[in-house]
């Protein structure tokens, strides 16, 4: 069966100081990766999308990057952290079908 | 533009009544939906969905309407339970290759009373 995993679950950051999320999925080959991030009140965001390696598709320009560096893995990076960073991220994946299947999240504080 | 709607951002049912939770959309061209729920501090969890072919689909307690002339759909859990009390995301598709790109509603907090 299908499996993914997030870490670290929290992360308290200062402003300005770097970011790095990694998302892996087991179980399956080729899929399709997703970030996306909820802020408080607020719905799914979708920030990034990946179909393959090194493929990576930006939804929201903004203060973050994504990278696909393996076929399952998706980080999820900024150089420098802003206070509207916050919120909780969350990695998702799909393999030829419109569900997605959700990772169990990142709970980010910038402070 | 939000192209997905949940206007109701919490709702209140007892235990054992009929729990129903709307979802407006205004992007004709959106061909699939999803429901998800979304307990604290987990990520959300697929539910059941609905092809635009279709009008109704069940999954145990769990019933989706497709209303496409209004551009609406419905997620009916009968009866609810308290474990049922959680955030429901209504999400929608488009047709197209590659991605399969979600958007989401901003969600309705049910809360099942005992």
């Known amino acids: 069966s299908q499996t993914i995993h997030q870490w670290p679950a929290t992360l308290v950051q200062p402003v300005g100081s770097p970011l790095s999320l990694e998302c892996t999925v087991e179980g399956t080959s080729n899929p399709n990766l997703y970030w996306y991030r909820q802020a408080a009140g607020r719905g799914l965001q979708l920030l990034f999308y990946s179909v393959g390696i090194g493929q990576i598709s930006s939804e929201v320009p903004q203060n973050l990057s994504a990278s696909r560096p393996q076929d399952r893995q998706f980080i999820l990076s900024s150089k420098k952290l802003l206070l509207s960073d916050s919120g909780f991220y969350l990695c998702a994946w799909s393999v030829d079908s419109y569900e997605q299947y959700f990772g169990p999240g990142t709970r980010l504080t910038v402070t | 533009d939000q192209q997905v709607k949940q206007n109701s951002p919490s709702l209140s049912v007892q235990e054992g009544r009929i729990s129903i939770l709307n979802c407006d959309y205004t992007?004709?061209?959106?061909?699939?939906f999803l429901w998800y729920k979304k307990y604290p501090a987990e990520g959300p969890t697929f539910l059941i969905s609905i092809s635009s072919i279709k009008d109704k689909n069940e999954d145990g307690r769990f019933t989706v309407f497709l209303n496409k002339s209004a551009k609406h759909l419905s997620l009916h859990i009968v009866p609810s339970q308290p474990g049922d009390s959680a955030v429901y995301f209504c999400a929608a598709t488009t047709p197209g290759a590659g991605s399969y790109q979600l958007t989401f509603g901003k969600g309705t907090k049910l809360s099942v009373i005992p």
């Open positions: 992007n004709s061209m959106f061909d699939y």
